[in-house]
């Protein structure tokens, strides 16, 4: 196998859950390839799914050092920080993956930190401003059924869960919030 198959193999472990034999390939992969920095994005993944923040932080900075325009990779360290609660490192990763790539999982994440952070008047305009931008997105539908519903309108939190399901039918989580009513 070449570089990009035994990448690809790495991601296709991870998802299905086996976790050694995915991270055996990131370490390998960085060994035969130094100067790669998707290894380390992987293994950063890895250890993220391992609730190994520091070592996933860890990770992906080597990354970075190797891609540092890289929206994703920013994303996933924003994330990291919000983890640990260095919510202002975070915030200026989510900022910097936006100014990049526009990543909707970075907006996203940037709205669940100023819910964190106690901006919930920014957030609610802010992800409206997501779902007229981008009204395909389910993950946003959701994300503001989940803010309504916690907000005590279980009601009206439903059409956003069910507007989800109309642009992704098999969203299970958006099942279940409506099963549960």
Do not use: C
């Not at 472990?13 to 390939?25: A, R, T, V």
């Not at 990131?26 to 994005?41: C, G, I, M």
């Not at 106690?118 to 997501?130: F, K, S, T, V, W």
């Amino acid at each position: 196998m070449n570089f990009e198959e035994k990448l690809n193999r790495g991601f296709e472990l991870l998802q299905e859950k086996d976790i050694d034999h995915s991270l055996d390939i990131a370490r390998e992969l960085q060994q035969e390839n130094p100067d790669a920095h998707e290894p380390y994005y992987l293994e950063a993944l890895i250890m993220q799914q391992l609730n190994q923040y520091e070592m996933s932080l860890s990770s992906i900075d080597k990354a970075m050092k190797l891609d540092d325009q890289n929206g994703v990779y920013l994303n996933l360290r924003g994330n990291l920080y919000m983890q640990q609660e260095k919510l202002e490192e975070a915030e200026k990763d989510f900022d910097k993956s936006i100014e990049l790539t526009n990543s909707p999982a970075a907006h996203r994440n940037k709205v669940m930190l100023m819910l964190m952070t106690d901006r919930g008047q920014e957030a609610i305009p802010y992800l409206i401003g997501r779902i007229k931008a981008d009204p395909h997105d389910p993950e946003n539908w959701i994300l503001m059924g989940d803010m309504i519903k916690r907000g005590g309108q279980a009601d009206k939190a439903r059409t956003y869960y069910e507007q989800a399901l109309k642009i992704d039918p098999g969203n299970e989580y958006a099942m279940r919030q409506l099963e549960e009513g």
